[in-house]
């Protein structure tokens, strides 16, 4: 009995002490089960999975019919359907290989290198941000190069080995000079991670969750802190891992991928890149020059002096009247204690700050006298009290510091690395002041504006490089940093050898690493692999625990399968087309997902697969087929990623939207799409309330209803027979027809909403003539700001944009963001509303209200404060306008405001609020068709692929 | 928007419905796994024991709130003003100087006498109502950690908020809203969407934001409002998906995932109404409306009790974007701004609810990430204005207060130093606070787990115990 091994563990756990990780258990003596008979060329698969169906009485179900089988390979190897005349072609090729010719094209397709790259993206928690930033740049700008780097390798069927080299090695495996350098890219799997507002330990930490729940379904990160308390991990195999990734950084200049600079346009790119680069480099570079030598200053070293030895009341006075440096003072007040500071050239200072105030003289004058004083300090000896002993040091001192040739001994002082003057280029924001720092991040802003923009054939990998020096790690005892406990070296988790662990070394730990997983002698990687796969073809895997191969995790189902599969796998050299394809022709795949009664009664969550199971759309496959049978879907070859839910709605693939880990759209995210957060290793599958608004009302799908129902033609019955073709690629049976029929018959048109009196827009405001020009309707729509390009800040335009309660001015000198109202009557009105800058930063904005008949009406400037804006009685014609418009106060930045006006006729009441009556493009009613059309969409059919 | 004139005839009767997408959850739950649970996320559910609360309205006060300003008189500080505080210096994030008294005056209040400052007059006369902790701990002087600490329970990992364990243990009463709300007006507060994140919990369990300086519903929910389709017309689409299912299109085998969608967007096209409905605070009465009084404030203590009334768990409200309460310079100035803001509403919550019976079983938490310190901040170039008129944070020892369903009220718990600077007595750690809230909501939080990566996953990781002086 094949099965014996794994009964054994299910029935008695603790009769094995130690029951190992079923990941980590040697490979199983291969055997084939004996084949249940019928078919001679049966798929090895279907024969495990009968002799278990067996074991418990139980039928394999029939195979599908034959457009339920097209409709779930197309699903489950591309991610889209297939379309009416695909299914009616599969239907006529009575042929023995016609569906064998079918995976063959499927496989091939660029389609399913899509679909599948988007499943590894789970496990590559992937996002186009880097997650909270504060006021840094949140974007990574070259995420996509990681994702297009995984359509590219899967389409090439990339052997998996060799997938997971590049992945986690490939700048060792492609050093600079040599070929293949475009393969950095795939670092991304690394990269991508979140951010953590830079804090190291925690990248590294994702990244040692990404390796090693990613590819080994181990929990190694719970070793951070304490040893795993269910599986053999300890402290010191994390550690091993975080020395390998510690021992590498991104690259100031990230490497370019692709086919670099193409022409005259892309140098002039990257010239003005290096131009921008370069100002935040020279800024930072004088300003923090200047600092130095301000603290040089004679005035400047007594201020500290003081402030250093000063008690709380009197350091705080100081800090009040001096531009005292806070980190100065206090290294300064611990350097006081430290041996440096006993050197002879501060013996009359210690003196004299140690002394009370009646013995100050007495106490100079002794440490004057001791033997070896150098002579420059006979200069002290008129002190009379603190400051002025504090006046005359910072005297010597600044002497020395500016090159005073007989205290070159006190120079070499002030200049050794432990003094508190000394401050790296690392420390350099510990030099800078306020306004240098704002001035410093609004050049930052701009060079990364201008990356946001890069063509795509400059694009860059998000890529690590080693350090020349990598640090010695130890472990961090309760995972803090500050209390190290032993040195570990870098390694493999002992478990994976049986409790041997093996050394990889810093230098080049990243491919020794990625080279130990792929062992094909060593089952994990490989069992990790293959089971992961068999969830995304059969909903669960084998273990329901992807992510965990533990002692906790699920155990497999069919652990011979499991191994059979990782062993064929490997064999056949790492192919993950052979092994699509040897799973999709399986009969186990293709049979009907209608469970038996039996099955159905002793086997309900159907681990032992007697039939398929029925799949529901994830978000990827809901939106594509949504935009696929409305407006069409377009086939991209990757680039820069775009936002899905900003109008005009782009019509590609789902895989190359905008994925901003920190602020996934609600629409998104109520289909379960992937929380990029850490790696995913199965997506939740809910049904809730809002995931039904979305499909009434979004309109996103409104969009695709209208131009599905706008597509068909012919007389009813043709257009009703047309629309199931489209959406569910056959024809309706006579009940569908006449229900479709009777919706039409019954159907009441919703009258088209008033047209919206309110626009956003902008433009350039001429302040000499007070005159808005060139004023353009914003075209862009993200559900809650009109915006004048669909991922913003831009170069040209910077933040404009305009919400319900509020906006942002643009970039430019007086270009403006306008809320324009067209009068839809005669009267007199009112305007009121309250205008606010609520950033404590920044230089405000100004505002003002014109109207096309009078001209200017009013104007105002806010900064950190509101304003009411009431205006009026004014006179308006019918058709007349308003502009509310806001220009930046000067420096662009910060510049956000909150400003929704409002207006109300006199006599009639008439109240028009611009915050209430806010709204995206304008709505078409749906017409009978487009109505129906929508009603396709909602149906079961339309989310589930049986 | 205008109700919709439209009655779903009797297979789409509310009883009905929730009756048959109770059973299909019931079906779904059978299936789930631990862990991978395919189960409504948002199906009501019982707690390990009788709860004493139901639901949650944390009032996050972001930025920090000075204690010493308002529930922890310090007149041991006026002693020192201007000089240095006896006893070790403890490590705030930036350099603060000398004694700083509070410029505020308490006084005691209410029968209990519980003493609040001048800074929060109407929250004073609530005085009975309140629970003050003064003990509180935290673990870090910086915001961000603080913030992921006093709503996930851990400073630095990605881990649930307390609001997605409460929908994860508990579910929500009402379909049609969500379960978890986080209000916050003009943008979101520092380290965003993180502070109501579902981190490994079914998304579902996540915070929806809305900005409540918007003042129209349809603002605040995605997707609630259709201007293309007539509601005849979306009932009739209904019907119609419904009708395809009934008559066996594209061969789908049984399975209750399938009458669970049906159902899910049959409430969808009621949401449209009854949320609207919940989130327009037209339809409160003129007195109530004035009772918290017409400010964005009120505004949102108003909306959060009627999310609260009408089903969700959990509702945060938010001082505002950033970290509104952070009074590093102009403490007094600032301070006494932001409380005027939100005083009157915070009373009128305590008192509507009460008056509603509601607060009988619901439980309010109003505090910070951590206080300040009562040490002056000294000038730090690029961190502060240089005015020497503000405090530092503060995590060794600050106060929040608990009012409502199984809290002890009209008393201080634990106490601080002479000055306010460090807990010494009975100190509550923010894992306590976590306990004990989950204890009030009806849960052991060794209990309240959630299996992922082979371990048992909560909100207070390996920490925290129940404080019993909290608890009538």
């Known amino acids: 009995m094949f099965l014996t091994g794994w009964l054994f563990l299910l029935t008695a756990p603790n009769a094995e002490p130690d029951a190992q990780a079923w990941g980590l258990k040697p490979w199983m003596t291969q055997t084939t089960p004996a084949q249940p008979a019928q078919s001679a060329q049966a798929n090895p698969i279907d024969n495990f999975i009968r002799v278990a169906l067996q074991a418990k009485s139980l039928q394999p179900a029939p195979a599908a019919d034959k457009p339920t089988l097209l409709r779930r390979v197309y699903f489950t190897l591309t991610g889209l359907p297939p379309t009416a005349e695909q299914v009616d072609r599969f239907v006529a090729d009575t042929s023995q290989d016609a569906y064998g010719k079918v995976v063959e094209t499927l496989l091939a397709s660029r389609e399913h290198a899509e679909r599948w790259a988007r499943h590894w993206l789970d496990v590559a928690r992937y996002a186009d941000s880097k997650g909270y930033a504060f006021l840094e740049d949140r974007h990574f700008h070259f995420a996509w190069t990681y994702r297009d780097w995984v359509v590219g390798a899967l389409q090439a069927d990339m052997p998996y080995d060799r997938f997971i080299h590049e992945q986690l090695a490939a700048d060792l495996l492609h050093p600079p000079g040599s070929e293949g350098r475009d393969n950095l890219a795939a670092l991304g799997f690394l990269t991508v991670g979140r951010r953590f507002l830079n804090n190291q330990h925690d990248i590294i930490d994702d990244r040692i969750d990404v390796v090693t729940r990613g590819l080994l379904g181990l929990t190694v990160a719970c070793a951070r802190c304490h040893d795993h308390k269910s599986e053999p991990i300890d402290q010191s195999d994390y550690y091993g891992l975080f020395g390998v990734l510690a021992a590498s950084k991104e690259p100031k200049e990230l490497p370019l991928v692709g086919k670099g600079p193409a022409n005259e346009a892309d140098q002039r790119f990257l010239s003005e890149q290096q131009r921008r680069d370069k100002a935040v480099a020279d800024f930072t570079t004088a300003r923090r020059q200047f600092r130095l030598d301000q603290l040089r200053q004679a005035d400047s070293l007594r201020d500290h002096l003081l402030a250093s030895v000063a008690n709380a009341t009197d350091r705080t006075e100081l800090s009040r009247t001096k531009e005292l440096n806070p980190h100065l003072v206090e290294r300064l007040e611990a350097y006081w204690d430290t041996k440096p500071a006993e050197n002879v050239w501060w013996s009359v200072w210690q003196a004299g700050r140690k002394a009370a105030p009646d013995k100050f003289s007495q106490a100079l004058q002794e440490a004057l006298a001791k033997p070896g004083v150098p002579v420059p300090l006979q200069a002290l000896s008129a002190s009379s009290n603190l400051e002025s002993l504090a006046t005359a040091q910072a005297a010597l001192l600044a002497g020395a510091l500016w090159g005073n040739p007989q205290l070159g001994d006190l120079k070499k002082i002030l200049d050794s690395p432990d003094s508190p003057w000394v401050f790296t280029r690392e420390q350099t924001g510990k030099l800078l002041g306020r306004e240098d720092r704002d001035q410093q991040r609004d050049l930052q802003r701009q060079a990364d504006e201008w990356r946001a923009i890069t063509p795509p054939s400059l694009a860059r990998a998000l890529a690590l490089e080693e350090l020349p020096e990598p640090p010695a790690v130890h472990i961090f005892k309760r995972g803090n940093p500050s209390r190290l406990g032993k040195e570990v070296p870098c390694a493999l988790p002992a478990c994976l050898d049986g409790g041997t662990p093996i050394e990889l070394g810093a230098k080049g730990g990243r491919l020794a690493l990625a080279k130990s997983l792929t062992r094909p002698d060593h089952p994990l990687l490989a069992r990790i692999l293959v089971n992961r796969v068999w969830q995304w073809h059969f909903g669960q895997g084998l273990s329901r625990t992807p992510s965990d191969c533990g002692s906790t995790g699920d155990l497999p189902s069919h652990p011979e399968l499991l191994d059979f599969l990782a062993r064929e796998f490997i064999r056949q050299g790492w192919s993950l087309r052979k092994l699509h394809r040897l799973i999709v022709t399986s009969e186990t795949f293709k049979q009907s997902s209608q469970p038996s009664d039996a099955a159905q009664a002793i086997d309900p969550e159907n681990r032992l697969l007697s039939h398929q199971n029925l799949r529901r759309l994830d978000w990827e496959s809901l939106r594509d087929r949504l935009v696929q049978v409305g407006s069409g879907l377009e086939s991209s070859t990757g680039g820069p990623p775009v936002p899905l839910l900003t109008t005009p709605y782009p019509r590609i693939r789902t895989l190359y939207g905008y994925v901003d880990r920190q602020q996934i759209p609600m629409t998104v995210r109520v289909f379960d799409a992937a929380n990029s957060d850490t790696h995913v290793a199965k997506r939740s599958e809910t049904i809730t309330g809002l995931q039904g608004l979305a499909l009434l009302n979004a309109p996103l799908v409104l969009e695709q209803a209208r131009a599905l129902g706008a597509s068909v033609t012919g007389g009813s019955s043709d257009r009703v027979q047309e629309l199931f073709r489209r959406v569910f690629a056959r024809l309706p049976v006579e009940a569908e027809l006449s229900a479709a029929e009777k919706f039409l018959a019954d159907f009441e048109t919703k009258p088209p909403a008033p047209p919206s009196l309110w626009q956003a827009g902008m433009g350039q405001w001429d302040a000499k003539a007070q005159k808005l020009l060139h004023y353009q309707p914003l075209k862009h729509f993200t559900g809650q700001a009109w915006q004048p390009a669909p991922l913003l800040p831009t170069p040209d335009v910077g933040r404009l944009s305009l919400t319900a309660i509020g906006g942002i001015p643009g970039n430019k000198p007086n270009q403006a963001v306008v809320r324009r109202f067209t009068a839809p009557e005669s009267g007199i009105v009112m305007i009121d509303g309250i205008l606010r800058h609520p950033d404590y930063r920044g230089d405000g904005v100004e505002a003002c209200l014109v109207s096309s008949r009078h001209g200017l009406l009013a104007s105002w400037k806010v900064l950190q404060e509101e304003v009411g804006t009431k205006v009026g009685p004014i006179e308006v014609q019918k058709g007349d306008t308003l502009d509310w418009l806001v220009i930046s106060g000067g420096d662009p930045g910060y510049d956000g405001f909150l400003w929704s006006p409002r207006l109300s006729y006199q006599g009639t009441g008439k109240m028009h609020d611009s915050g209430r009556d806010f709204s995206g493009p304008e709505q078409v009613p749906l017409n009978p068709w487009q109505s129906l059309a929508q009603a396709l969409l909602l149906s079961n059919e339309f989310h589930f692929v049986p | ?472």
């Open chain 2, 1 to 472: 928007m205008n109700p919709p004139h439209v009655q779903f005839s009797a297979p789409f009767g509310r009883r009905h419905f929730l009756a048959s997408v109770g059973t299909a959850m019931g079906l779904l739950a059978l299936r789930a796994m631990a862990g991978e649970s395919q189960a409504n996320p948002l199906a009501p559910r019982s707690s390990t024991y009788r709860p004493r609360a139901k639901r949650l309205i944390h009032l996050f006060m972001n930025g920090g709130p000075s204690h010493i300003d308002s529930f922890d008189p310090k007149p041991e500080l006026a002693k020192y003003a201007g000089k240095p505080l006896p006893g070790p210096k403890l490590l705030t994030e930036r350099p603060t100087g000398s004694a700083f008294p509070s410029p505020f005056k308490f006084k005691p209040c209410g029968q209990s006498g519980l003493p609040v400052s001048d800074l929060f007059p109407k929250v004073a006369q609530c005085a009975d109502m309140l629970c003050v902790v003064r003990s509180m701990q935290s673990d870090t002087p910086n915001h961000e950690p603080a913030l992921m600490l006093m709503n996930c329970g851990d400073q630095r990992q990605i881990r649930p908020s307390l609001g997605s364990w409460l929908v994860h243990g508990l579910g929500t009463e009402c379909a049609n809203l969500p379960g978890f709300v986080s209000l916050c007006p003009g943008g979101l507060p520092v380290q965003e969407g993180q502070n109501w994140q579902n981190a490994f919990l079914p998304a579902a369990c996540q915070g929806t934001h809305l900005d409540t300086l918007a003042d129209s519903p349809t603002q605040w929910i995605e997707n609630l409002k259709n201007e293309a389709v007539s509601p005849a017309t979306q009932k009739a689409q209904l019907a119609f998906a419904r009708k395809l299912q009934s008559l066996g299109g594209g061969s789908l085998p049984p399975d209750p995932r399938l009458e669970g969608r049906l159902g899910s967007m049959e409430l969808a096209f009621r949401m449209q109404w009854e949320a609207s409905d919940a989130l327009d605070l037209a339809r409160e009465d003129q007195s109530t409306r004035d009772l918290y009084g017409d400010t964005i404030q009120g505004r949102q203590m108003l909306l959060a009790r009627r999310l609260v009334e009408r089903g969700t768990r959990v509702v945060q409200v938010w001082t505002g974007a950033g970290q509104p309460w952070d009074s590093h310079d102009d403490l007094e100035a600032n301070h006494r701004r932001l409380a005027k803001d939100c005083d009157q509403a915070i009373a009128a919550l305590l008192i509507d609810l009460k008056r509603r019976g509601l607060l009988e079983d619901t439980l309010v938490l109003w505090g910070g990430e951590f206080g300040r310190t009562p040490t002056v901040e000294l000038p730090t170039p690029g961190s502060n204005l240089g005015r020497l008129n503000g405090r530092d944070h503060n995590p060794y020892g600050f106060s929040v207060w608990l009012a409502g369903g199984g809290v002890r009220t009209g008393t201080a718990v634990g106490a601080t130093d002479a000055f306010g600077f460090k807990a010494v007595e009975k100190p509550v750690h923010v894992h306590d606070l976590h306990a004990t809230i989950l204890h009030l909501m009806g849960f052991d939080h060794e209990k309240l787990t959630f299996r992922l990566a082979g371990r048992d996953f909560r909100l207070t990781d390996v920490h925290g115990r129940v404080v019993q002086e909290m608890l009538s």
